[in-house]
């Protein structure tokens, strides 16, 4: 996994065959370069998509519905 490229640069707006064509990027900063780019010359929005953290509380930590 470690030769994955986790940022995309995305149109905001469907191709004519209705997807949203995207391309990635090994960094943010090479993804929101292009995507700055591309938005000034087509003057259309683009946006950088990048993979979400989430994190999750240990075993020991109190859920939402524990009570203490």
Known sequence: ????????????????????????YATAAEAEQTA??????????FVVLAPAKTIYPGDKALGLFDQR
């Open 1 to 24: 996994m470690s030769d994955a490229l986790p940022f995309a640069v995305a149109c905001l707006r469907q191709s004519s065959d209705g997807k949203i064509q995207s391309r990635r």
């Open 36 to 45: 700055r780019f591309l938005a000034d010359r087509n003057n259309t929005p």
